[in-house]
Structures are given as C-alpha cells and as structure tokens.
C-alpha cells in the first residue's frame, strides 16, 4: 500500500535537513561556527547535537509509542540539553554525519511503521501538552527541523555581526537578535 501523501509530503522536508545541514556547515572554518544565534543561545554545533538528541529519543521514540500504548501511557520526557555533555569534544563534522546516518534510519522505521491514513490519526500522551496525533506529531518534526535550520543561519549570520558595521539596519537576520 503506497504511503499516505501527507506522509510522503512530510518525509520530503526530512529527508532535506540533513543535506541543508552538511551543506551549510561543511567545510567552514570555526570562525563561522562559534557565535550563538542569540545571546545565551545554541551555536549551529549546538544545534546539531540537539538533532542528534531528538532522532535519539523524541521522534521515532514516541512514533513507537502510539502505536504500542496509545494514550495510556505518557510519551518519555526528552532532554533538550543531552548534547551539551554528549557531543562534548566531538568535532562537528561527525555530528552531522551521524545526525545523517539517525535521520535515514528513523525516516525507514517511519515508513515501516505509518503504512495508511487511519494511522496519523492515531493517539498519544504528550507528558506536558496531553493528548496529540500522529499527524501533529510529524509535523513538529518537520517544523522542528525549519526553526534549528534557521537557527544555524541566525548563528551564522551572528559571527559576522559587528563586521556589517552600519549594514546591520538592513539585516532582519541580524537585527532580530536585540530581541
């Protein structure tokens, strides 16, 4: 049975991440990845990492549950900060590789386990927000992958703040820093 189109629509931005990711980061010097995107902010190897953390433990995770406990069970909780000590030392082209290597994993364990529409419908326990679907969940995915990636260029765009000199009026990505 081919996979619902909503599925298929949602995998299609998944499956970008990674690539947009690699794209962005590969290759630069430290220089371009060392800035937070925001004071007290995730700098892009940060935010790495937290994928690395949400490919572990949030999507396919909690995937799995819906389908074995519905809502009887609250999801698991999901540390935002694992990375922090995890990825400790570890240089941020292997974390974009694995962050690569998790995402087609879970990508094909999505597709084993989504197989028609009446899945996405299907019912979970959120530990703070309560009840949600399949679908809403893989689209927080999918959303969730849009707001780190544009984090990474905040970031980006944040090392080289100061150098615009008096350019930075012109630039939003900039100026949506001061808050």
């Known amino acids: 049975m081919p996979a619902p189109a909503f599925l298929a629509e949602t ?8 690539r947009t990711v690699d794209a962005l980061l590969s290759g630069l010097p430290e220089s371009w990845v060392c800035e937070p995107d925001a004071p007290g902010g995730w700098t892009p190897r940060d935010v790495v990492g937290h994928l690395i953390s949400a490919e572990e433990a949030n999507w396919i995770p909690r ?4 389908f074995a406990e519905g809502t009887d069970k609250s999801f698991d909780g999901f540390d935002r900060f694992a990375h922090v000590h995890r990825d400790a030392g570890v240089p941020l082209p292997a974390l974009v590789e694995r962050f690569g290597r998790l995402r087609r994993q879970n990508l094909d364990r999505l597709g084993e386990l989504v197989r028609d529409e009446a899945d996405l419908d299907r019912r979970g326990r959120h530990p703070e927000i309560g009840e949600v679907t399949l679908r809403q969940l893989l689209t927080t995915w999918a959303v969730h992958d849009l707001d780190h990636v544009q984090q990474i260029y905040a970031a980006l765009a944040g090392s080289r703040d100061a150098a615009v000199g008096p350019y930075r009026v012109y630039l939003g990505i900039l100026t949506r820093r001061d808050g």
């Open 11 to 18: 995998v299609a931005l998944l499956e970008r991440t990674p």
């Open 63 to 66: 995937t799995e549950m819906i």
